[in-house]
Antibody
Framework: QLQLQESGPGLVKPSETLSLTCTVS??????????WAWIRQPPGKGLEWIGS???????YYNPSLKSRVTISADKSNNQFSLNLTSVTAADTAFYYC????????WGQGTLVTVSS | QSVVTQPPSVSGAPGQRVTISCTGS?????????VQWYQQLPGTAPKVLIY???NRPSGIPDRFSGSTSGTSASLAITGLQAEDEADYYC???????????FGGGTKLTVL
């Protein structure tokens, strides 16, 4: 059964880089034609797609975040990661990783707070 | 402001049927891109109710159903129950943005 688990610092200082990792179990990130995505949700607000990486390595980013976002895959550890640079308080959110093609399978999410 | 729009809130009495609309454009739903629907209970991750417009993952009751027509999609919930009180989000792909987009969310209140 596929499971995704987000991990990383819960607190990041303004202007620094937010880095999160999604560890995948029960499935290979390099197998089949799946996308692996990051989505975020500021507390009390709606959902925002950040970006996705295709199993081949091609990346797709939300235009509103594209200049600050990098998504990469570590196939040897069956993980994929999110880097978001120059963070501000507006980047405080629950961050979710997910696998998608037709259906979407999400992790439980992790809260990242941007504060000094 | 999202490119797919939902009503901020809907309500219904137990046992009733409610629908939640998701209005898009020719760049997303109208282009034939799949629509997903999620339920989010307080403090939890979103849960897929409907994928690819009309499909329910295993374990989702048939009280939940999805449909599309033109540039819009709808989620219908029949036999409303107290535990259905939650936030609901639609999602699709948008050609103009070249990425996936979410509706702003709809809060369902069970009266």
């Amino acid at each position: 059964q596929l499971q995704l688990q987000e991990s990383g610092p819960g607190l990041v200082k303004p202007s620094e880089t937010l880095s999160l990792t999604c560890t995948v179990s029960g499935g290979s990130i390099s197998g089949a034609s799946y996308y692996w995505a990051w989505i975020r949700q500021p507390p009390g607000k709606g959902l925002e797609w950040i970006g996705s990486i295709y199993y081949s390595g091609t990346t797709y980013y939300n235009p509103s975040l594209k200049s600050r976002v990098t998504i990469s895959a570590d196939k040897s550890n069956n993980q994929f990661s999110l880097n978001l640079t120059s963070v501000t308080a507006a980047d405080t959110a629950f961050y979710y990783c997910a696998r998608h093609l037709l259906n979407w399978k999400w992790g439980q999410g992790t809260l990242v707070t941007v504060s000094s | 402001q999202s490119v797919v729009t939902q009503p901020p809130s809907v309500s219904g009495a137990p046992g009733q049927r409610v629908t939640i609309s998701c209005t898009g454009s020719s760049s997303n739903i109208g282009a034939g891109h799949d629509v997903q629907w999620y339920q989010q209970l307080p403090g939890t991750a979103p849960k897929v109710l409907i994928y690819s417009n009309t499909n329910r993952p295993s374990g989702i009751p048939d009280r939940f159903s999805g449909s599309t027509s033109g540039t819009s999609a709808s989620l219908a919930i029949t036999g409303l129950q107290a535990e259905d009180e939650a936030d609901y989000y639609c999602q699709s792909y948008d050609n103009t943005l070249s990425g996936w987009v979410f509706g702003g969310g709809t809060k369902l209140t069970v009266l």
